[in-house]
């Protein structure tokens, strides 16, 4: 199994345009999280999927963030428009449970935004 | 109080040395417990879980105090690859269930 595999490694923009994550979890994993670590905040839970559906979206810092999940294989998230403080390593990671057992992470997006 | 907490550290402690840390959590209904590893640049990783009754893997024991709502990471022979940061892990009990990291702990083993 490849793991959980994200994409891009490394992104950088600049303010006000639009950043697209994307992430490809271990298939039979049945959800997905999306999570933003940073030195000040260490790792924040932005939004976590069961079955492809969008179960807590609670930690999403604002209007500007999204994601989807449009099947099994593949989610994305957006953020429209960026912004400096958005600069952060953003971690997918999937799981056959949400209460914490098998969690595997993606590698990350290191995402700057100037 | 924070959901869980942890001393960031930096501990530095020689190699061969024994170092242990705690975290503490402010859910007393929180019903599982993890430890895991995050190398510099690098994604977490499932170091171990926490069983109530503790647990022993090598030379790594993970200890769980339900009474003080803390737990803890003994790491024996430390040897220089031990060097990361290691994230407790909870998971908060709701009618969602999830899991909260700690902050981590930023340990350095000198050579």
């Known amino acids: 199994d490849a793991g959980v595999i994200q994409s891009p490694r490394h992104e950088v923009t600049e303010m006000g345009q639009e950043v697209t994550l994307r992430c490809k979890p271990i298939?039979?994993?049945?959800?997905l999280f999306w999570y933003r670590q940073t030195m000040m905040r260490g790792l924040e839970l932005l939004i976590y999927f069961n079955n492809n559906v969008p179960i807590d979206d609670s930690g999403m810092p604002e209007d500007r963030f999204s994601a989807k999940m449009p099947n099994a294989s593949f989610s994305t998230l957006k953020i429209q428009p960026s912004e400096p403080r958005d600069s952060a390593v953003y971690f997918c990671?999937?799981?056959?449970?949400?209460?914490?057992?098998?969690?595997?992470f993606g590698s990350g997006t290191r995402l700057t935004v100037v | 109080r924070k959901e869980v907490e942890q001393d960031p550290g930096p501990f530095n402690v020689p190699e061969g040395a024994t170092v242990a840390f705690n975290c503490t959590y402010s859910?007393?209904?929180?019903?599982?417990f993890f430890w895991y590893r995050q190398d510099c640049r690098k994604e977490p990783k499932l170091l171990m879980s926490v069983y109530s009754s503790g647990n022993e893997d090598g030379r790594f024991t993970a200890q769980l105090n339900r009474a003080s709502q803390y737990i803890s990471l003994l790491i024996r022979d430390s040897k220089l690859s031990d060097s990361a940061t290691y994230l407790c892990?909870?998971?908060?009990?709701?009618?969602?269930?999830?899991?909260?990291f700690g902050k981590g702990t930023r340990l350095h083993i000198l050579p």
């Open positions: 990671a999937s799981s056959w449970d949400r209460g914490g057992y098998g969690y595997t």
């Open positions: 298939s039979g994993h049945d959800y």
């Open positions: 892990v909870v998971n908060k009990v709701g009618r969602d269930d999830k899991i909260i």
């Open positions: 859910n007393s209904a929180s019903q599982s």
